[in-house]
């Protein structure tokens, strides 16, 4: 299972780890050791029962990850193996032996190009919270809030709060100018500008999701890395890639003082502050000030 699109590929996991009755372990595999890597998967035992291992990020452990492949044929048959990686190098053998010998389930992150799927699924959430959820809302939410499925859900969830089988409004639960807001406090942090990165935060602390922001922020730094990788026109790219034109237009004069390599240190930080807030329990808000500080610092 491979894909930057954590929250679905998080539900995948999930589904398939429910299925099974069996024990579940779970390890990191950027931390993991050769001897934790073997005892888990090579047990042998006449009298064992099934397991499922699911490792994350394996590919994040060079060593491990290169000696894959002369391994996986030796794990014992009782037990299930599942390799989750956010973004592994595609360029390395043990990727492509992996494309020929295992099933590959792929979750990339939505953008404008989703349009259609995005609102099937908003629907289907609704639904299954019993929500009222119009084509013209839901619609309004993906404007509003954008594609990253985690703020959607958030968004959904704080929605459902406001009670089952009611009419609902975005109104007092997303800003119509929280993009903006978002933008404010990515364009401060660029700017080395400290009191306005944490005057901008408290701010949007008093009304907005933290997912959601983490979102609208992970969106336009991608934008802003899309930017330092190519001279193309901003209406060039937007029609290539799904991305808005406008948002494009704001960042592009980031993108050419900034440069490609500092613009792809900041979005590889936020990848990683986004692997460590969906898969442990932590103080969004606080992530997000850590990150930002440090983009304002370098």
Request: negative net charge; glycine residues 4%; aromatic residues 6%.
């Amino acid at each position: 299972m491979i894909g930057e699109n954590s929250f679905a590929l998080e539900q995948r996991l999930s589904e398939l780890v429910s299925r099974v009755a069996q024990q579940v372990e779970i390890f990191e595999g950027a931390s993991m050791t050769r001897e934790q890597l073997l005892s888990s998967t090579m047990a042998q035992s006449l009298f064992a029962d099934e397991r499922t291992i699911v490792v994350k990020n394996l590919s994040e452990n060079a060593e491990l990850w290169g000696e894959l492949p002369s391994w996986l044929g030796s794990i014992a048959e009782h037990i299930h193996l599942i390799l989750v990686e956010t973004k592994p190098d595609k360029r390395t053998s043990t990727y492509k032996w992996l494309q020929k010998h295992t099933d590959i389930e792929q979750f990339e992150p939505w953008t404008s190009r989703n349009h259609s799927e995005a609102l099937e699924w908003l629907r289907k959430q609704a639904t299954d919270q019993q929500l009222k959820l119009d084509n013209k809302l839901a619609q309004e939410l993906l404007q509003r809030v954008g594609y990253n499925q985690w703020a959607l859900y958030h968004t959904l969830e704080k929605l459902a709060l406001r009670g089952q089988n009611s009419t609902l409004t975005l109104d007092d639960i997303i800003d119509s100018s929280t993009q903006d807001s978002v933008f404010e406090l990515l364009q401060a942090a660029l700017d080395g500008d400290t009191p306005t990165v944490l005057s901008t935060i408290e701010r949007l602390k008093q009304t907005e999701d933290p997912y959601a922001v983490f979102g609208l922020l992970a969106s336009q730094v991608t934008q802003l890395a899309v930017l330092s990788t190519t001279d193309q026109p901003t209406a060039q790219i937007a029609s290539e890639t799904g991305l808005h034109p406008y948002s494009l237009q704001k960042l592009k004069s980031y993108s050419k003082r900034m440069g490609r390599e500092a613009i792809s240190g900041i979005a590889k930080r936020l990848a990683e502050a986004d692997r460590v807030i969906k898969s442990s329990d932590v103080d969004v808000w606080a992530v997000l000030e850590q990150q930002l500080l440090h983009i304002a610092h370098q």
